[in-house]
């Protein structure tokens, strides 16, 4: 099957949507297991505000090591449980809705390079408006608290995700669940705009250089074009997440609109930080980014596999939606 072509494989059916939200949520489970640690040094480096007081900026792994010792190592997991609860939605969301996208998009059963790109930008949105915006406010609100989880006396204003959920909709209101949607919507659109068509791209080159070009590649192969997709988009959006990330950090100011916030965001890190600042957290950011990539579409091309094969086996040999 053609990494461009809307079939399934040997040209059957597309895969189905329950096929793809089951393959993308089982993806997402096993990539935030694997390299939630990272994004929590990633949040604290962006955060850091150590050179407006003097002091020398920690790098990603002193960052990890802090965390480490301050906090245990299950420090480097706050925030899991709503990256958890959120990412199996998520990803079920970005690979059922970026392959109807393309399935609206493509034309005779081709998939160009512009509709893969705009199929990711549209997937991307999507889920950033549905499920991504209200998990990173939870998420960042608990990796962003400085306490000890190895003192029972030191006790956080959120217990865990459910408990930071609750709070910040009383407390803010449900709309501080989507603070910052906008940023946040560019940000994921930009960023499986640039992820999917890379991937695409790179699986469709690998497929021509096969015997077989119609044959599914390999875990090992769709691992490494996964990696080096997944590193496109962080460098292109770092500055929109960092502003995000400080945004989503607390509440709003009485009367201040989102657009007066995220002029005043940047304003400040301009002049505190420099330039610098706006790509704070970008060696994390890629290496949690990268990795998570690579054992998404490894791990979603597998299960997608085994479930397709798993429909095809019915009596009489049909295959069947």
Known sequence: MSAKSTSGPGGKKPASVATNLIAGGGAGAMEALACHPLDTIKVRMQLSRRNTRG?????????GMEIARKETPLGLYKGLGAVLTGIVPK????FTSYEQYKLLLSKD???STAANFWAGLFAGVTEAVLVVCPMEVVKIRLQAQHHSMADPLDIPKYR???HACYTVVKEEGVGALYRGVTLTALRQGTNQAANFTAYTELKEWLQQKQEDPSAALPGWKTAIIGLISGAVGPFTNAPIDTIKTRLQRSPAEPGQTALGRITAISNQMMKQEGLRAFWMGITPRVMRVAPGQAVTFAVYEYLKGVLEKGREMIPGGKYEE
């Open 109 to 111: 059963g081709h998939v």
């Open 91 to 94: 990803m079920a969301c970005r």
């Open 55 to 63: 002091l020398k900026r920690r790098g990603f792994v002193t960052t």
């Open 160 to 162: 865990n995700a459910a």
